[in-house]
């Protein structure tokens, strides 16, 4: 699929919100959790928790446009908001996008 201008600009903003998003998840998942209950630092899953509550919140509200943008059918949409609950989900999705979508980021 070659994209336009238009489309590629939507293609690289969502694809760095969805890698930055990932990263939030697993650094409150993998850092900020065993903080919390390894060693008793409750703060770091409230700032980590919140960065990354924003970022999932961006993330949800650029899925609908890029979809509409690129062209994603349903399940390709529905896809990318699973993705977004899953650890690791934005970086599988990103790579399945750029196989299946042919998009060259």
Same mark, same amino acid.
């Given at each position: #699929?070659?994209?336009?201008? @238009?489309?590629?600009?939507?293609? @690289? *903003?969502? /694809?760095? +919100? &969805?890698? +930055?998003?990932?990263?939030?998840? %697993?650094? %409150?998942?993998?850092?900020? #959790?065993?903080?919390k209950?390894i060693?008793?630092?409750?703060? =770091? ?6 960065? $990354?509550?924003l970022?999932? #919140? +961006? ?7 890029? =979809?509409? @943008?690129? @062209?994603?059918?349903?399940? *390709?949409?529905?896809f =990318?908001?699973? =993705? &977004? ?8 999705? $990103? *790579?399945?996008?750029? /196989?299946?979508? /042919?998009?060259?980021?």
């Open positions: #699929m070659t994209l336009d201008s @238009k489309q590629l600009n939507w293609a @690289k *903003r969502f /694809k760095w +919100i &969805s890698l +930055i998003e990932g990263l939030s998840f %697993l650094i %409150l998942l993998f850092i900020a #959790m065993p903080l209950y060693y008793d630092l409750p703060l =770091a899953v409230t700032y980590v928790g919140w960065a $990354h509550g970022l999932f #919140m +961006i993330y949800i509200y650029v899925v609908f446009p890029t =979809a509409s @943008k690129l @062209k994603w059918n349903f399940s *390709r949409t529905l =990318a908001l699973i =993705a &977004s609950i899953l650890p690791f989900g934005p970086f599988i999705f $990103h *790579r399945n996008l750029k /196989k299946n979508q /042919k998009v060259d980021f």
